[in-house]
């Protein structure tokens, strides 16, 4: 299955990207089961939570990212890529307001399969969502996400 | 590359512990009046006034993949016609297929939203695993996911009606 969007973290000394096979690092083609990139990702960020600055999401027309360039108040961006060098425009739609600590990326594509007349379809991606979630002061969990396609 | 899905049916009487049925992998779902994966319905039609054998079917997730989770099954689309009706459920238990009515069944005749569908839970050892929970990351089975069609006198000779089975499901 071709990808529509893929991902790209980049940290402060390392970046980690989505291959288009989606495979994992230590894939092992023996087995029936591997984990995908996305757990490279957790793996990394598991040890170098804090150095996380953007996690994008990108297409060909499109970016999407978390901007944790400000830890306790990330922000959700949305980059449309101009015809011309230097003509990208990117908004910002979405600012956290509150501080918040325990900062995690939420990334999952949404599947959708069907029996139609008796016949199974192939699953097909009806969304991509990009988010983060955090606890804040008074230790409420706060999340935000985005669906595109 | 992504998640290998797997579409599998189980029937035949129940045997062994945890109960199941014998696998096939399909690649169609009909409801008949016999409990296999073979016979097309042509061949095995459901009189009017008769139900149907309950379906068993689920995924079996492979391939490559992080986690799988948040599992929704629902009639989405399409109605069967008049004395059709269609009911299902989601169970982790196996019992054998049968024409009686299908027991603890939520009435699903009418078309929801995927977003409205029933909660499936996955385990890592088949559809009847004893500890299913809302997400893997690991190779994993839903929940059986049970349907049937039941008819009264009033149900139109022919083919009936067609009706759309979503699964939606969140994959990293």
Redesign the interface.
């Known amino acids: ?1 071709n ?1 529509k969007y893929r991902w790209i973290a980049l940290f402060k000394n390392k970046m980690i990207k989505q291959p288009a ?4 690092s230590k ?1 092992d083609p023996s087995k ?5 990139s ?2 490279d990702f ?1 793996d990394y960020f598991d040890s170098h939570e804090k150095d996380l600055e953007l996690f994008h999401l990108i297409s060909e027309d499109k970016d999407y990212a978390v901007d944790l360039t400000d830890p306790y108040r990330p922000k959700i961006l949305e980059t449309r890529k101009g015809s011309h060098w230097g003509s990208d425009k990117t908004v910002i739609l979405h600012r956290e307001k509150r501080d918040i600590s325990d900062v995690r990326i939420i ?14 379809s ?2 097909e991606v ?1 969304g991509y ?1 990009l988010g983060y979630q955090g606890i804040d002061k008074n230790g409420n969990n706060r999340q935000k996400t985005i669906t595109v396609l | ?3 290998t ?1 797997t ?1 599998l049916e189980q029937n035949g009487a129940a045997t062994g512990t945890p109960a199941h049925g014998t696998e096939s992998t ?5 409801w008949k009046s016999v409990d296999d994966t073979t016979t097309p ?1 042509a061949s095995a039609p459901v009189l009017a006034g008769e139900n149907s054998y309950d379906k068993k ?1 689920y ?1 079996k ?7 799988i ?1 948040a599992v929704k099954f629902a009639h ?1 689309a ?1 109605t069967l016609g008049t004395g059709i009706s269609l009911v299902g459920k989601v169970t982790s238990t196996y019992t054998t297929p049968a024409t009686s009515a299908l027991s603890s069944s939520s009435d699903m005749t009418s078309p929801i939203s ?1 977003g409205s569908g029933a909660s499936v839970l996955l385990g890592t050892s088949g559809p009847n695993d004893a500890s299913p929970s809302a997400s893997q ?3 994993c089975y839903t929940q059986y996911l049970v349907t049937q069609v039941q008819t009264t006198a009033a149900a139109s000779a022919g083919d009936s009606g ?1 009706a ?9």
């Open positions: 299955m990808l096979d989606d495979r994992y894939h029936e089961w591997n984990p995908s996305f757990r957790q990334y999952y594509r949404k599947m959708e399969m069907k029996v139609e007349n008796g016949q199974m192939s699953p009806v969502v | 590359m992504s998640a899905t579409w399909i690649s169609s779902c009909d319905r079917i995924l997730f492979t391939g490559t993949f992080n986690q989770s989405t399409g995927i990351t690991s190779q067609t759309t089975l979503t699964v939606q499901y969140n994959e990293n």
